[in-house]
């Protein structure tokens, strides 16, 4: 018959597997359009969500729900989402995670 961890072990465990998604999670960003008015009434806003993995790959949603695309990097984007004339791209890191759970309740 296997050996049953027994209840004290556990948590430990879980401390273990919360740990590890941590330390692996990808990196999400956000790319930000930002058009300068020629210096006039600056403004912003959100062009896609994305997150970079560990190899540096890019995975982007484009905040229209329609489109996604795979990149080489996240920088890659900003020419994507740059170009004309006053608008211009921003990379903005949302910070690392701090804290998991195994309860969806608990994570939110």
């Given at each position: 018959?296997?050996?049953?961890?027994?209840?004290?072990?556990?948590?430990?465990?879980?401390?273990?597997?919360?740990g590890?998604?941590?330390?692996?999670?990808?990196?999400?960003?956000?790319?930000?359009?930002?058009?300068?008015?020629?210096?006039?009434?600056?403004?912003?806003?959100v062009?896609?969500?994305?997150?970079?993995?560990?190899?540096?790959?890019?995975?982007?949603?484009?905040?229209?729900?329609?489109?996604?695309?795979?990149?080489?990097?996240?920088?890659?984007?900003?020419?994507?989402?740059a170009?004309?004339?006053?608008?211009?791209?921003?990379?903005?890191?949302?910070?690392?995670?701090?804290?998991?759970?195994?309860?969806?309740?608990?994570?939110?």
């Amino acid at each position: 018959m296997p050996a049953v961890p027994s209840q004290n072990s556990l948590p430990s465990f879980d401390q273990e597997l919360c740990g590890l998604v941590l330390d692996t999670a990808p990196r999400q960003f956000a790319v930000v359009q930002v058009y300068d008015g020629d210096g006039q009434d600056a403004d912003g806003w959100v062009a896609a969500w994305g997150f970079a993995d560990g190899n540096g790959v890019a995975h982007l949603l484009v905040v229209d729900g329609h489109t996604r695309m795979t990149l080489a990097s996240p920088e890659r984007a900003l020419c994507l989402f740059a170009g004309q004339s006053g608008l211009s791209a921003r990379l903005v890191w949302l910070a690392r995670p701090g804290a998991a759970a195994l309860d969806r309740a608990e994570a939110a």
